[in-house]
């Protein structure tokens, strides 16, 4: 056997060898990896090989999940230069830089270290679909040269930062693949803003096309994500850091985030063990308010209106008829630019965007105000952590756009006004106020003397209106204060039954056993007795009876079925006895879905004629204020 022989056999025995020893988690810097051949993370997570995208005959180095049969790649390193072979190999060259080449193109993909390392090095691919680079002898110390984690793709995965290391000026940026086919970066960008108050940011080309609302503490103004039980987010922003990542809560679940350009989305995936398939867990945008300024300066944007783009109270289109919504707003009455101005809270808005604002974490919002206040570039003020009850402080500068109304996760933002416009809405100024004495007080004892008069006509009204009531309403009963306290064991929380729109309803049993439901109203509600008896009937005739459904139940019952029990108690207490269903004719209702006659007027209603009796002679004095009205639960 010649020498050329034996070199080749050696040869071929060493690639063999090497194959072998790639079945583990590791590549030393005496192996390398061919095309065909993977390395696997310890606990099977990852696996790292060559691939070819979609339909393309291109061949890329990517990390994709081991365990799941649709293959869904999470990083690739050659982005910009694919492999037009089989002829690729990985490997970390002799100044300990990993390094994928080919012998037709050369280098077409090195991690770029800084600088040289002389000490033996690894490449290794950990569970977490991070890729790297550590000493031999370092272990599982987090002590990297590199990491695939600081350079991403298109994924974000569980323990991934997107936004900056502030201490080496290192950006970590999704960037979407240009399509399924072909991985090499997109258009479409998700980051993190370095400013004032930070948020993500998408970016579509050199256009600004989706932000979030600055984080408050604990999540993203105006973020629809709620607590759940798959994974939470974190913001951190400190000296040496400002970056978002998300955790995983059940270690056994799949979930990523992806930048799509061909939709144009942010997507949040979860993988369904049910399905086998990836399912989507939200988007972002989410919907035509989350355009980035669609309504333009002091515009605000609200899903549930039309047209969508409205101005802020206190300004007006800046363009007759609204037009061009990207135009915006401008105020109605100008600013004095001192602290003349004032400031009025708007509730429920994602908060404007950022780009011009300053934060304080020491500051409290009363501090914020003043510091706003003397500064007349300043336009707005919250606090900038809304945990507890609030603390830090966030100002903007210049116009205010990007705001929509978001009822469910939205914040208060204060903004500055002129004196004239917050003495329109009653709002408090900060001014000198030259009063006249003599007017003033002239001015008040008018107005204190034709209170007084009023309410002791209403008094008289509400007494004589009560009388009436009691003689009248023989079927719905009065009852003493002291006996209603005693059946509800004194409205005790464990007697209640609901809330309605006027007070709250409890179960009550009186000394002789009988059940009854017992409304007390609220200290708010200007509802007399009057009022109390017509509501069912008033909320029946105006087409509303959902409004008698307590707002604690909502989403828990079929409504249809509630609107149709409600129907039939009003059948049940119409005036005239002969016009209310038997029992039998009730029970043959309530399990059927049998059209049903519309309801007369109730036997209770207030203000019915009695044809039994002239109470036109009953004076003020013949009735107790002191008194409930209750309802006996009995059967017919």
Known sequence: MDALSLLLICCKLLLIFSEFSLASDILTSSQSLTDGNTIISKGGSFELGFFSPGSSQNRYVGIWYKNIPVKTVVWVANRLKPIKDSSGLLMINRTGNPVLTSPSMGIVWSASLSKEVSSPLVLQLLDSGNLILRGEQDGDSENYFWQSFDYPSDT??????????????????????????????????????????????????????????????????????????????????NEDELYYTFNLIDKAVFSRTVVNQTLSLRQRFVWSKATQSWELYSNLPRDQCDTYNLCGAYGICSISKSPICQCLKGFKPKSEGYVERSQGCVRTKPLNYSRRDGFVKFNDLKLPDSTSSWVSKSMNLNECREKCSDNSSCMAYTNSDIRGEG???????????DIRYFQDGGQDLYIRMSASELEAKGEPTTKIVVIVISSAALLAVVLIAGYLIRKRRRNIAEKTENSQIQNIDLELPLFELATIVSATNNFSINKKLGQGGFGHVYKGTLVDGQEIAVKRLSKISEQGLKELKNEAWKLWNEGMPSQLIDSCFQDSFNLAEVIRCIHIGLLCVQQHPEDRPSMPSVILMLGSETLLPQPKQPGYLADRKSTRRDYSSITPESCSTNTITVSGLEGR
């Open 391 to 401: 603390s830090g402080c966030a100002m903007w500068f210049g116009d205010l756009i």
């Open 156 to 237: 974000l995965l569980p323990g991934m930062k997107v936004g900056w290391d502030l201490k080496t000026g290192l950006e970590r940026r999704l960037t979407s693949w240009k399509s399924s086919n072909d991985p090499s970066p997109g258009d479409l960008i998700l980051k993190i803003e370095r400013q004032g108050y930070p948020v993500l940011v998408m970016w579509k080309g050199s256009t600004k096309f989706y932000r979030t609302g600055p984080w408050n503490g604990v999540t993203f103004s105006a973020s629809s994500l709620k607590p759940n039980s798959i994974f939470n987010v974190n913001f951190v922003f």
